[in-house]
Every structure is written in structure tokens, then in C-alpha cells.
């Protein structure tokens, strides 16, 4: 019962992640809903016209795209010009960031991508851009019209359907836990939970080949991980949006050494509603045979495995 439990020292662990502290008194007015929307319409805008200058970045800005560190002018300002059909944003005032999950034109293009940046002194010191377009093994290629099908939630949670921050990040750090101990049987979610994996949500087996681990809700197919998953490592959680019920976690999903499996890197998106797992989205880049295991943010944020 033990793995069950998330003790006290890991969720202040989460929450340190997060950097829940104020903002000084003494400084700026902190970033609101209404300015990370701002801030998130302005940085989108200037990608989408490959202009960093008009972006509002700050002096010590720090992006990256897929574990590789993007300096401004290159990567994702090149070749980003604008939404695809199907897009979520969320906010988190607390912390002072936002994130974008969704459909981009890459190459004019529809690519699957999550975005996230920082916001501090009212300008973007952060950005993390991971591309979901690497093929994902035996469950196909990254599947872009799979997001329409089942696209990112855009609505507010009625109050009394809200979890409280506390709660987003345990459930969230606990489905990462379940996955690394190949057991999601314990953790609370939504009988009808639904799992879109780039694109990839539930869809009824071919003539004779075994159920998609996604045809029975958002926590099954774990078990079928002991012999694939040996961690999920990194974890952080960036964006908590208490309102829309969405919280935003990044990790590492660690192969056992001999399975030829690339370790792959994820942005889930998890809907906490009623104090559940309702539905998740990921954004996962899958990693080269033999890469380090790292996000990229391990020096910005002292994040170590």
C-alpha cells in the first residue's frame, strides 16, 4: 500500500516544483488570468510571425523545443505560422504561466504541440515546446485529426466541480506513480476516462489484433508496462488552471535497457473534475536509442533524476 500513498515529503516536493511563491511586494503587480492571456495571445502572435522582438521576452529568456535549448530565431520561429482546429490554453495566475495543447501549423501542417511559457516582470522568461510527431511503436504514428476527434477541454468548471491545487498535483503526480509501478487500479478517475495520446484516443481493435491499452478508459494497459516502463522520471507540474480543472505534467518515460524502446518525453494534460481523473492528453517526443534522459529545464530548475 505503500506506493499508494503520496507521503508529505513528495507532494512538498510537487509543489516546490510548481514555485508557488508569491511575488514579492515590492515588485510588479503579479501576471493575473487576464494578463497570461495577454501574454500567451502576444507570444503566440510573434511566433506565428517568426518576430521574437515582438514577443515580450525577457533579458534571460530560456526555451526549448523537445530537450534541444532554442535560441531566439531559430527552431519553432521558423516554421510555426499559426493555430490548427482543434486548441486549448490554460492559465495559472499563481504561478504565473500558461500553456497552450493543440493543433499548429508546422510547415503549414497540423502537428500536435504543447506550449508553455513563464511569465515574470510581465515579460516571458520561459518557453517549453514539445512536439508530438514521432511515431509511437506498436500504436501507430502520431495521429493530428485524432485532436479534433477528441480536442482539448475549452471550458470553466462549475465551482462546485473544482479540486483544490493539492489535489490537481497528487492526482497527477499519482497517475505518473501508477504508470512507473504498472498498476493504475487504486487511483481515482471518472468511469468513462478517456486517454488521447497524440492523437491517439480508443478505437476498436483491427480483424484479429489485440485491443488498442486504451480501449478501456484513461488508467488501463498498465500492467502491460512491466515489461516496457522502468520510471517516470522529471516529473514537473507547471500549470495548475483550478478553474478550467487542468493541470499540466511533464516526465520522462524511462525504457527498460534491451526492450529497443525509445524512452519518450510527455506533456500530459490531466482534467481533474470531482476530484478525478476525467481525461488526459499527451504530447509525447519520442527520444533516439541510447539519448540521456533529460527534458532540457535540468539546469534552469536544479531538476535532477
Known sequence: MAHRLITAGRLLAALLLISCAAQAQDGPPACDRACLRQMLDTYMTAVF???????????????????????????????????????GRYYDPVNETAAVLGLLKQ?????I????????????????????ELGMGAQGDADPQGLVKYPPSTELLPKEKRSSR?????????????????????????????R??????????????????????CLSGFAGMDKMTTDNA??????????????????????????????????EYFLIRDGKIHRIW???????????????????????R
Not at 107 to 111: A, E, F, H, P, Q
Not at 246 to 267: H, K
Open 49 to 87: 510571425k517568426h518576430d521574437p522582438t515582438a514577443a515580450g521576452l525577457s533579458a534571460d529568456h530560456y526555451a526549448t523545443q523537445d530537450t534541444a535549448v532554442i535560441q531566439n530565431g531559430h527552431g519553432f520561429w521558423k516554421n510555426i505560422s499559426g493555430y490548427g482546429p482543434a486548441v
Open 107 to 111: 510547415d503549414g501542417k497540423d502537428t
Open 113 to 132: 504541440m504543447s506550449v508553455r511559457i513563464r511569465v515574470a516582470d510581465h515579460k516571458v522568461s520561459e518557453a517549453e515546446w514539445i512536439t508530438g
Open 166 to 194: 493539492f489535489l490537481m498535483i497528487a492526482l497527477a503526480n499519482n497517475y505518473f506513480q501508477a504508470n512507473k509501478d504498472h498498476d493504475g487500479s487504486w487511483l481515482p478517475n471518472d468511469p468513462g476516462c478517456v
Open 196 to 217: 488521447v495520446e497524440n492523437g491517439v484516443g480508443p478505437r476498436p481493435p483491427a480483424p484479429g489484433s489485440a485491443p488498442s491499452p486504451m480501449a478501456n478508459g
Open 234 to 267: 522529471l516529473r514537473r507540474f507547471t500549470v495548475v488552471d483550478e478553474e478550467a480543472g487542468m493541470i499540466l505534467g511533464t516526465s520522462v518515460y524511462v525504457r527498460y535497457a534491451g526492450t529497443n524502446r525509445r524512452d519518450n518525453l510527455v506533456s
Open 282 to 304: 499527451s504530447a509525447m517526443h519520442f527520444l533516439p536509442l541510447g539519448a540521456p534522459v533529460i527534458t532540457g529545464w535540468e539546469q534552469r530548475h536544479g531538476i535532477w
